[in-house]
Nanobody, 118 residues
Framework: QVQLVESGGGLVQTGGSLRLSCTAS????????MGWYRQAPGKLRELVAT???????KYADSVKGRFTISTDNAKNMVYLQMNSLKPEDTAVYYC????????????WGQGTQVTVSS
C-alpha cells in the first residue's frame, strides 16, 4: 500500500513564501509523475504543478513564475516552493502521484492547508 504524506502548509502574509513537501512510501516500483493540486472552498480541485519522470515541469498559468516544483527521486519526494503568495492561493494543497505499484494508479495525500492573508 502506497501512502503520500504532505507537510509545510500554514498561514503566511501576502508576498510571503512557503515550501510544501510530500513523501511517498510503501511498495513502490516506479514513480511516473508527481505533482500538486489545490482546492479552494466552493471550487473544483485544480492542477498547480506536475512533473513527469524525464520531462519538464508544467504549471498552471496562475502560478507560473512564482511556484517551483522539484523532486528528489532517491527519497520519493516532491516539493513545491511557493513565492510571492497571494490571497487567491489560499486552498488545501494535495500531493498526487502516478505510481507503478501493487496496485498501480493514482495516489493522493491527505492535503495541507495554505492560507494567505491580505
Amino acid at each position: 500500500q502506497v501512502q503520500l504524506v504532505e507537510s509545510g502548509g500554514g498561514l503566511v502574509q501576502t508576498g510571503g513564501s512557503l515550501r510544501l513537501s510530500c513523501t511517498a512510501s510503501g511498495t513502490i516500483f516506479r514513480i511516473n509523475t508527481m505533482g500538486w493540486y489545490r482546492q479552494a472552498p466552493g471550487k473544483l480541485r485544480e492542477l498547480v504543478a506536475t512533473i513527469a519522470r524525464g520531462s519538464s515541469p508544467k504549471y498552471a498559468d496562475s502560478v507560473k513564475g512564482r511556484f517551483t516544483i522539484s523532486t528528489d527521486n532517491a527519497k520519493n519526494m516532491v516539493y513545491l516552493q511557493m513565492n510571492s503568495l497571494k490571497p487567491e492561493d489560499t486552498a488545501v494543497y494535495y500531493c498526487h502521484a502516478d505510481i507503478t505499484s501493487w496496485p498501480s494508479g493514482d495516489y493522493w495525500g491527505q492535503g495541507t492547508q495554505v492560507t494567505v492573508s491580505s
